[in-house]
């Protein structure tokens, strides 16, 4: 079993649209969860991190994380062409190693 | 600029060569990783750096692989006898303890 699971997509979703992308792992000790941002031949670029239960949001994006079901979502409203990006789910276990899933390729329709 | 910086952007090398990547961190970040990302995965953790210190490395680095950070600031990565398998693209990421990791552009590593 991979250490962060995501489903490598394309998810398409109609500008406007609010888009779900979801992450599970492995490693119950695992302590800070991140959404990292890639477009095509560019570096990841951080969009959220949470580290407790529940939600956090930030504009468009809410982060959900459930730690007893080790899962953690990434929530975009109103989805805009410039969304369109692969998604990466990470997390690290406190010492710093962040592990990272594969990505979900978004894609926002217009 | 106060983001992370990598050189070069672009290698391009033949096979059995030597490469040299620097990666210059945010100033006050005192945690310099690498990364190895190859085309439809996410980055993998090749090694990382408290100051000049290098704490943890990947079984990924193999013994043509070598990194360093002497003064606690900027870093290199060293690939010896380059393999085809090197291709792929080599992320640079700071970090000030354990907060947020920051990623640099990248230097994407062609091997021939």
């Known amino acids: 079993q991979k250490e962060v699971e995501q489903n490598s997509g394309p998810l398409s979703v109609p500008e406007g649209a609010i888009a779900s992308l979801n992450c599970t792992y492995s490693?119950?000790?695992?302590?800070?969860f991140f959404w990292y941002r890639q477009y095509s031949g560019k570096s990841p670029e951080l969009i959220m991190f949470?580290?407790?239960?529940g939600d956090k949001e930030d504009g468009r994006f809410t982060a959900q994380l459930n730690k007893a079901s080790q899962y953690v979502s990434l929530l975009i409203r109103d989805s805009q062409p410039s969304d369109s990006a692969t998604y990466l789910c990470?997390?690290?276990?406190?010492?710093?190693?962040?592990?990272f899933g594969i990505g979900t390729k978004l894609q926002v329709i217009p | 600029d106060t983001g992370v910086s990598q050189d070069p952007r672009h290698k391009i090398t033949k096979r059995g060569q030597n490469v040299t990547f620097r990666c210059d961190p945010i100033?006050?970040?005192?945690?310099l990783y690498w990364y190895r990302q190859t085309l439809g995965q996410g980055p993998e953790f090749l090694t990382y750096?408290?100051?000049?210190?290098?704490?943890?490395k990947s079984r990924l680095l193999s013994d043509r692989f070598s990194a360093e950070r002497p003064k606690g600031s900027f870093s290199t990565l060293e690939i010896q006898r380059t393999e085809q398998g090197d291709s792929a693209m080599y992320l640079c990421?700071?970090?000030?303890?354990?907060?947020?990791?920051?990623f640099g552009p990248g230097t994407r590593l062609t091997v021939l």
């Open positions: 990421a700071s970090s000030f303890e354990l907060d947020t990791q920051y």
């Open positions: 490693d119950r000790g695992s302590q800070s």
């Open positions: 949470i580290y407790s239960n």
């Open positions: 990470a997390l690290s276990g406190g010492y710093q190693k962040v592990t």
């Open positions: 100033s006050e970040h005192n945690r």
């Open positions: 750096f408290q100051n000049e210190a290098q704490l943890e």
